[in-house]
């Protein structure tokens, strides 16, 4: 399904939470969404899932608004950090209703997970820890097989572990059938191998929307002693620099190429810190 962004803005009394944001989202494809606390993520995730009314500007999805769409609410699925399910269900309460509402429902997948993750069928909500409950919530979102699938930091009190087995089923998931899934989330690192695209939001503004292959090959990690990658950053937009003992690495934009044309060490840029650049930058214009 093809999502339009158009001047999408939205405020809450005085407090403006996304300022005019246009972009457009292609199907299949994993997006990580990124930023700051407070950047207008869930805000723009709210929206998309027709949760709540833009205050101006507009989603489209296939030419259609979200907001009390039935026909569009039954293709996305929202999973949020806790608070996704009502306290007194069941866990397998929780499944069959989902399964109801969800026309792609995988019950398969749903038995294997919450077997995966030893969630008990009989269990209330209210009587799981918090890394269960962020199980569930994982659990019906990949087995929702919603066309649009959107985490929203879905995994607060789950441990590493978990995570991960979360990270390898959900690419296991969307290789066997792509769509589109949008994980928000402040562990950058830990899963940025997995985006195909990265959007990043700073104070309601959309700073950056590019493919993760040309992030990766656009922006190099170089080391080297002090003089020589003083030497070839000069002239070029620097990213972040250190320095330890006598050494420099440095963050820059520039080809792996090139770097390795003057012999110095190179690598890609993690993620994490372009964001917290470009987050940084943004503060201080
Ligand atoms: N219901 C609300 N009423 C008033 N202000 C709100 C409301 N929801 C969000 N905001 C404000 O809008 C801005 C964006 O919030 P949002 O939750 O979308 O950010 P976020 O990027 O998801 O942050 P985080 O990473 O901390 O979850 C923040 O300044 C927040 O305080």
């Known amino acids: ?132 409950e962020s199980a569930l919530g994982i659990t019906v979102g990949l087995a929702s097989k919603a066309p649009i699938t959107i985490f929203d930091e879905p995994y607060i009190g789950l441990d590493a572990p978990s995570r991960k087995r979360f990270y390898e089923i959900m690419l296991e998931e969307y290789q066997s059938a792509p769509r589109t899934i949008i994980l928000s989330t402040h562990l950058i690192d830990e899963v940025s191998l997995l985006f195909e695209e990265v959007l990043i939001l700073s104070e309601g503004s959309l700073v950056l929307q590019e493919e993760s292959e040309i992030l990766r090959n656009s922006t190099i990690a170089i080391s080297g002693t002090i003089d020589e990658v003083e030497q070839f950053i000069e002239g070029k937009e620097v990213i972040e620099k250190k320095t330890l003992a006598g050494m420099m690495t440095a963050y820059v934009y520039g080809t792996v190429e090139e770097a390795k044309m003057h012999g110095l060490d190179v690598e890609g840029v993690p993620i994490q810190e372009l964001m917290i650049y470009l987050t940084e930058r943004k503060k201080g214009a």
Not at 1 to 10: A, G, P, T
Not at 72 to 77: N, R
Not at 93 to 112: C, H, M, R, T
């Open 1 to 132: 399904m093809k999502i339009e962004v158009k001047n999408l803005s939205k405020k809450y009394r005085n407090k403006v939470a996304l300022n005019d944001i246009s972009f457009s989202l292609e199907e299949p494809k994993i997006y990580g969404l990124l930023g700051r606390n407070g950047a207008g993520k869930t805000t723009f995730m709210d929206i998309l899932s027709g949760q709540i009314l833009e205050s101006g500007g507009e989603i489209l999805i296939d030419g259609e608004n979200p907001f009390d769409n039935q026909r569009l609410t039954e293709s996305i699925c929202l999973i949020k950090e806790g608070q996704n399910f009502k306290k007194d269900l069941t866990v397998k309460n929780v499944l069959k209703i989902y399964s109801y509402f969800y026309p792609n429902w995988d019950q398969g997948l749903a038995e294997s997970l919450i077997d995966e993750y030893n969630l008990n069928p009989n269990s209330k909500v209210k009587t799981l820890s918090k890394g269960m």
